[in-house]
């Protein structure tokens, strides 16, 4: 016996579907019995829809209406509304749109909770934008000039460190420097939390660069 529960569409069995005469759950197309990997930012994510919806954070997003105080209210809404003299106050009415109430809630919460966000499976800054009027892109740090980092490795070189440890760091300043770097999600972080990530990110991909770099060097030697 199939649990019909939540749907739309026609004929549809199963729960949650909004297509047409699908059997399974969660489907938007027609005559379908098994149930799709969840999606984020358009792309599939391997895993179950319980555990995809346990990785969205609950926001509390300003729609719909809420309650204001009679000293609150415009001369306008006291008009419009007299039992605010016996009630203290009315109900206003918030015509927002997601993409407008989404950032008058995402200012509000803590650099934990914009994380979860951020962490999100494919997370993309462009789509997250039209989807709720919040660009990430805007919080991140101001980009690093070239000329800086160049001074900075040189100066580092001459201070004797090892050829792992400039390249980590100079891995770690073209990841700060540039927004288009696969952690910039890390950016909303205090310097406190984001040094380790950033840290064990640049480390592991200076022992790929020297790694591969020392294989160019021995086949080199080999051809010579």
């Not at 106050?89 to 989404?102: D, H, S």
């Not at 989807?131 to 980009?143: F, L, N, Q, S």
């Amino acid at each position: 016996m199939t649990d019909e529960r939540d749907n739309s569409g026609f004929s549809n069995s199963g729960s949650k579907n909004s297509g047409n005469w699908n059997f399974g759950n969660r489907n938007s197309g027609f005559f379908c019995t098994e149930t799709p990997a969840p999606i984020f930012f358009d792309k599939p994510f391997a895993s179950t829809w319980e555990e995809a919806e346990n990785l969205i954070p609950y926001i509390a997003l300003p729609m719909g209406c809420e309650w204001v105080n009679a000293a609150n209210m415009t001369d306008a809404e006291k008009e419009s509304a007299p039992a605010h003299v016996t009630t203290g106050g009315f109900l206003r009415i918030l015509n927002r749109t997601v993409q407008e109430a989404f950032p008058l809630a995402w200012a509000k919460l803590d650099n934990e909770t914009k994380q979860r966000f951020l962490n999100l499976p494919n997370f993309d800054a462009e789509k997250f934008l039209e989807c709720t009027g919040v660009d990430v892109r805007k919080e991140m740090p101001a980009p690093v000039p070239a000329p800086a980092i160049e001074a900075g490795v040189a100066m580092l070189i001459e201070g004797g460190m090892t050829k792992r440890e400039v390249a980590a760091l100079s891995i770690m300043a073209a990841i700060i420097s540039n927004p288009g770097t696969r952690i910039v999600n890390f950016h909303v972080l205090d310097s406190g939390v984001i040094a380790p990530f950033l840290a064990k990110e640049a480390i592991a991909l200076a022992d790929a660069l020297i790694a591969e770099l020392d294989k160019g060097k021995d086949t080199e030697n080999e051809m010579a």
